[in-house]
């Protein structure tokens, strides 16, 4: 079979799927702050308190009353600690002792650490002066009405800490996008009891039905499929019915028995792409019917790592009003780099070195899966691009901690 596919570039491919999937909204669903752990926030969070809520002392010391400056204090005999709310009065020359976290009495300037002092009695002498006032003043973090979380924003630890200390107990969140996952191929076996010679287990089914929990979506349908044009019409009718998001791996390319590309015009969808110049990745395909993403994602497992979260992660923001939770980072290459084919752009799996350079992880192509645990990320070559000297900055996309 000759090969008449149209290529698009990665940004068209990009630009064609956000296009697309923009028309797909998910709902969304109010819950408990606590049980959104992972959901995408739907609407810009707004602080319902000030933070700090009250003049607050960073350091166990003394109060003093803005502007009272002096050798000696008298010691108030009340030590207001974290958590009181009742408070002596200050007046010029007294001292009212406050722990690390307490509210410090009305008209406080400052608050002179304990280890700056010497206390005998009831009074005390300062022996060492300091510039910080060591108070948090009342909204100097937060104030009512500022943003905390926007809209878009995958929620994690420091996003319900923060929602919950600023009196949100409740979040609107998009519900999980439903994903379908289809591994075609005569070759592959989820057994390994049935691994005969030709056969090899199938990485591509787990690895995106992993995926897909890590980034919080639901896997409501994982199959594997030989490679049979009517058996993969049928699963593809069967997954656009219960998913948002279908993803394929294997027979996108054209080789006799890559049916993907068929099976999607025979059930029916919108093909979109189906040639992009990249590498990995080339014959990555996309297609659509209303409400439902299908990418037909190449077969090697390296391929459908990096095209899960360049793509597949991609319609997931459209789909949420986010942005895809890819971090690019402009960073120097550790080592030279080298290729000979530049008409494609290139991700190349990498590590992020302690120096803050990336380097290219010892790869055979793209079904080297166990270079991925030695990487993390992937820097791009651009077209045109056969050497990158050491040094030279590249765009690298992290995969270490999505912000989103
Ligand atoms: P294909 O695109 O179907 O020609 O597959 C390309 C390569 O990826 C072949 O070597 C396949 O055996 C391999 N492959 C396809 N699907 C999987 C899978 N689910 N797990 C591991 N390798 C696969
Ligand atoms: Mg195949």
Known sequence: MSDTRQTVSRDEALTIV???????????????????????????????????????SAMDGYAILEGDKRDKYEAHPQTILAGDSRQPELRPG????????????????RVIPVEHVTAADDTIEVMRTSKTTHICRQGEDIQVGDVVVRAGTRLGAVEIANLIGCGITEVDVYRPIRLAVLSTGNEIVDDPGKLVHGKIMNTNGPMLAMLARRYSMDVVLEESIPDNLDY???????????????????????GDYDFVGTALNDAGLEVHFNK?????????????????????????????????????????????????CLREIELPLGDDFRRRKTERMEYVPARLNDDGTVSAVDYHGSAHLTALTESDGFFVVPIGTSELAAGERVTFLSLLKGRR
């Open 232 to 254: 993969t019409v049928a699963t593809i009718r069967k997954a656009v019915e219960c998913a948002d998001i279908v993803a394929l791996s294997g027979g996108v390319s054209v």
């Open 18 to 56: 956000d296009r697309a999937v923009s028309e797909m909204s998910i709902a969304h669903e109010k819950l408990p702050v606590r049980d959104a752990v992972g959901r995408i926030l739907a609407e810009d969070q707004l602080s319902r308190l000030q933070l700090p809520p009250f003049n607050k």
């Open 276 to 324: 992009v110049s990249i590498k990995p990745g080339r014959p990555l395909t996309f297609a659509t019917k209303p409400g439902v993403a299908v990418f037909g994602l190449p077969g090697n497992p390296v391929s459908v790592h990096i095209m899960f979260h360049v793509f597949v992660l991609r319609a997931v923001a459209g789909m949420c009003g986010g942005e895809s």
């Open 94 to 109: 007294l001292a009212v002792k406050v722990m690390t976290g307490a509210p410090v009495p009305d008209g406080a300037g």
